[in-house]
């Protein structure tokens, strides 16, 4: 059965970090923060990056740095973005969305000293932006879209460029009641395509549980 890109990035991450065992199915490390139990996700112990954080550069540029005198050997890694994070959580409150709480994360490739065993530097691929937001009923599908679409709203205000990395990322909800919590994921590309095709409410939540928006 041919794996798509989303979950084939899901099981790599997750087998960077050594994490598979712990894991059923295709879920992203940083979804274990989203787990009932679990800290919310301005708690999560994920490194910033320094030189995304107001160093002297413009953020494309030093998103790409790499030496070119070392041996290098690439993996996949996530760095939390405070700066970004801290962005998006005004936008939200300037949009009356403060019952929500953001996260923004930037996946990409650590470059590994081989000889040393140690993380030279960093290259943005994307900005992936989670959310967390408590609702009334989580099942109240027509009000769960309604949210997700104000969640685009604000995410478009940060397509690449402003965010790191050159690619759109990833967007995914957690929806959390008394009783439950209901997750959504899908590629930002997909999630924004659907909102400006007119989706709205239980059509686009529909259209992204499905993952073809």
Not at 140 to 151: D, K, P, S, T, V
Request: net charge negative.
């Amino acid at each position: 059965m041919m794996i798509g890109r989303i979950e084939k990035k899901v099981l790599q991450r997750v087998g960077l970090i050594g994490l598979a065992a712990v894991l059923t199915g295709c879920r992203f490390p940083v979804e274990l923060f989203f787990a009932p139990d679990s800290p919310p996700p301005s708690q999560i112990n994920t490194a910033p990056l320094p030189s995304l954080q107001g160093g002297s550069q413009p953020v494309e540029n030093e998103a790409t740095l790499t030496p070119t005198s070392l041996p290098c050997a690439y993996a996949w890694a996530e760095q939390s973005l405070p700066d970004l994070t801290a962005e998006v959580q005004r936008a939200l409150d300037v949009a009356g969305l403060n019952r929500v709480e953001a996260l923004a994360v930037a996946y990409g490739e650590n470059c590994v000293d081989t000889l040393n065993n140690q993380v030279v530097s960093f290259s943005v691929m994307e900005t992936d932006f989670y959310f967390t937001v408590v609702v009334e009923d989580t099942g109240n599908r027509e009000a769960l879209g309604n949210l997700i679409y104000q969640l685009l709203l604000i995410t478009e205000q940060f397509p690449p460029g402003k965010a790191p990395g050159p690619n759109p990322g990833l967007l995914t909800v957690l929806f959390q009641d008394e009783k439950q919590n209901v997750q959504v994921r899908a590629k930002l590309v997909d999630a924004l395509a659907a909102k400006t095709r007119g989706l709205r409410g239980s059509a686009l939540l529909e259209a992204l549980q499905a993952g073809h928006p």
